[in-house]
């Protein structure tokens, strides 16, 4: 599990391989990642857009932009928390992901929380250690 906190909001990651998704018959790679956002503050904030870096092994990027994270926009009192899954295709059989949530408060203050680098994997990959 990844796991990274900004302004009291904690964000975990668990990266999961599918090799039986659709997608791996077409020559890709494909992870579904479970992410939860825990409210540890003191104050009612709500996730309005989401930005991801996705790397494949190669080293080629891809932006993804948008709002809220799988149509939805919530809002997190204290102690409260949001989960999710999604989903991304790679043409390598790793690669990596990061990115940022922003963020806005009771009080109309913008910020940006981060979303920890996790690792995508697959059985396929064969690291070589020197």
Known sequence: MYRAV???IEVTVEPNFMP???S???GQYFWSYTIVITNSG???VQLR???WIITDATGRKQ????EGVVGEQPVLAPGERFEYTSGVP?????????GRYQMVNESGEKFEIDVPTFSLD?????RVLN
């Open 6 to 8: 900004t302004r009291q």
């Open 20 to 22: 039986d998704h659709p």
């Open 24 to 26: 791996v018959a077409k």
């Open 42 to 44: 003191n104050e009612t």
């Open 49 to 51: 857009t989401r930005h």
């Open 63 to 66: 932006e993804v932009r948008g």
């Open 90 to 98: 790679l043409p390598t059989a790793s690669g990596f992901m990061t």
């Open 122 to 126: 697959s059985p396929d990959n064969k």
